[in-house]
């Protein structure tokens, strides 16, 4: 999988406006957490079978309620 070219981008943009290594570093910390947060989710939603707080949810028997059944 290749990285788009907007995103490339937009990340150059905000490399710029930092004014020091720590900065990059923080803004590269949070760009990692936000696609491995979107990750875990997707891998959720595939696992369940259905997407956070969608409307057929309530089919399941265990409908991401923190329970087992």
């Given at each position: 999988?290749?990285?788009?070219e907007q995103l490339k981008l937009l990340l150059k943009e905000q490399v710029k406006r930092q004014s020091s290594a720590?900065?990059?570093s923080d803004l590269l910390q949070q760009?990692?957490?936000e696609a491995i947060q979107e990750m875990l989710q997707a891998?959720?939603?595939?696992?369940?079978g259905?997407?956070?707080h969608a409307p057929d949810a309530c089919e399941?028997?265990?409908?991401?309620?923190?329970?087992?059944?």
């Open positions: 999988m290749e990285v788009s720590g900065g990059i760009v990692f957490k891998e959720m939603d595939n696992h369940v259905y997407e956070k399941y028997p265990n409908s991401r309620n923190g329970t087992s059944s």
